[in-house]
């Protein structure tokens, strides 16, 4: 048993249900999830393509309503608070890495990394400063104010990772992010993923169905049939 | 050069060049004697009256004081002018031409305008989604679109009123039409211009006001 997890859940989800369309269309994607994620550790989600998996972390982003059930993230129950509130919360507290990345491609690399801060309101100056140090962190340092657009996919997914971790979050919410990559670039970000985001005060949510990528993460959870079938820890060279 | 006029003889001396207008009435210069023989018999044979004043005295002494003794509408050149603009518009099909293809252009250019910035808007959900999900309210989504509207819209409004005012200019100094510009049709235009900016700006910030940001994962 970790350490981490004999403090409270970071995220804490119950009996999540989650249904979409209406009728003779109607389709439940999630029949009541159980999910908790501690701080320090990377858990990765997986389970067939159409599961659900998106649908749960929308849900454990605060950015999909649910039909039933709660999330609590850092002691917050997301369903009460307000959508601005919601929305600003969002902002403080977690990051993003997509399959698509979603870079702005009108910025270079330093102002995508930039916009979680200019966000948060904190000055350009120092939001471009703190960009630039979050790029040397994932290895970028020479590609500071190039456009998406000239760089390769593999940087583009680290800028993202760098915009993703710039402001400190304490939620790393990431789907599929190296289904854009081929499988040696795949596990670079995933090094990287747990090497720069993985740290004692964030917990961090990979989902994906690359079993290339299992090993880099502390648990997998296992998503079937609109239920969490099974969560076990991954064995790890030197560290279990 | 002998002419006829109304089929009485007339003798031309002179043909002067004037400045053309929308209206095409030829227009003869002689004395009123002459005048009232060429025309036929009309209720009204005279409509103006030209004065001069003379050196020193305000044309607007003048025109008070005809008024004052003859009961009579004495203007200036100024007022004559906009009464006789003021006519043309209300009383000839010019007003209801012009009018229907401006009122045509405000909202072709409206529909257009809402258009082709709803559109770009659509192409750019995933980013405003990625920006929704870092936490950018819907505020300030907003403040963003109605940035670029009108960014683009005074842009729009200082090459549209600048090329119009070379153009006017331009055919007035070649002896065109009369052209004239005043800034309350400036500040009309403005107007117009900033409705039409915050219409287009309007519907998408409806659109992004129910974004789910859940769709930057898809
Ligand atoms: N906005 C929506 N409207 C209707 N149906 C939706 C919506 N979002 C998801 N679904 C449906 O919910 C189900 C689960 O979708 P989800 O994207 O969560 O799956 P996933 O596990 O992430 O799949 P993949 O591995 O392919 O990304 C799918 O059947 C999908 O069609
Ligand atoms: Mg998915």
Redesign the pocket.
């Known amino acids: 048993m970790m350490d981490s997890q004999a403090q409270p859940a970071a995220v804490r989800a119950r009996g999540i249900v989650k249904s ?2 209406t009728g003779d269309t109607k ?1 439940t ?1 999630l029949r009541g999830i159980d999910l908790d994620i501690y701080l320090g550790e990377m858990l990765l989600l997986v ?12 849900a454990i982003a605060g950015i ?1 309503d649910i039909d039933d059930g709660n999330i609590d993230v850092l002691g917050v129950p997301l369903g009460e608070l307000p959508a601005g509130k919601r929305t600003t919360f969002r902002g403080q507290t977690m990051g993003f890495i997509y ?1 698509q990345f979603n870079l702005l491609p009108a910025l270079t690399a330093a102002e995508n990394v930039a916009v979680p801060l200019l966000i948060q309101k904190i000055g350009r100056p120092e939001a471009l400063r703190r960009a630039r140090a979050m790029l040397d962190r994932v290895g970028l340092s020479d590609r500071a104010e190039f456009l998406p657009k000239n760089l390769s996919v593999g940087q583009q997914q680290r800028v993202a990772i760098a915009r993703a971790l710039v402001n400190e979050p304490r939620l790393l919410i990431c ?2 992010p190296t289904a854009a990559l081929d499988g040696p670039n795949g596990q670079k970000i995933m090094e990287l993923l747990r090497e720069v985001g993985r740290s004692p005060d964030r917990c961090v949510v990979v ?1 994906t ?1 690359d079993s290339r990528i299992f090993h880099f993460g502390d648990r997998l959870a296992r ?1 079937t049939d609109g239920r969490i079938v099974s969560i076990e820890p991954i064995a790890r060279e030197g560290t279990a | 050069m002998v002419s006829s006029v109304n089929d009485k003889l007339a003798r031309v001396v002179a043909i002067a060049k004037t400045q053309k207008s929308f209206t095409n009435i030829p227009v003869v210069y002689t004395t009123y004697e002459r005048a009232i023989r060429y025309v036929p018999r009309e209720r009204r044979t005279l409509s103006y009256v030209l004065a001069k004043p003379k050196d020193g005295v305000p044309v607007e002494e003048v025109t008070r004081r005809i008024h004052e003794q003859t009961g009579l509408g004495a203007f200036t050149a100024e007022e004559f002018g906009w009464k006789t603009i003021g006519w043309v518009l209300k009383n000839t099909g010019i007003g209801i031409n012009f009018g229907t293809t401006i009122l045509l252009g405000f909202i072709v250019g409206m529909a257009i305008a809402g258009q082709t910035f709803y559109l770009f808007t659509v192409e750019n959900l995933r980013q405003f989604g990625a920006l929704k999900a870092m936490g950018t309210s819907t505020f300030t989504l907003a403040r963003m679109i109605l940035l670029q509207a009108f960014t683009v819209g005074l842009t729009g409004y200082g090459v549209g009123i600048g090329l119009a005012t070379v153009f006017g200019f331009l055919t007035a100094q070649s002896g065109g039409l009369p052209f004239i510009e005043t800034w309350q049709l400036l500040l009309l235009v403005l107007v117009a211009l900033l409705a039409i900016c915050t219409f287009s700006a309007l519907i998408s910030i409806i659109k992004l006001a129910r974004l ?1 940001p ?2 930057v ?2």
Do not use: C, M, P, Y
Request: hydrophobic share 40%.
């Open positions: 979409f369309g389709v994607v389970g067939e393509s159409g599961g659900g998996k998106t649908t749960l972390l929308s999909l399959q789907d599929e989902v169905h998503l | 789910e859940a769709i994962f898809r």
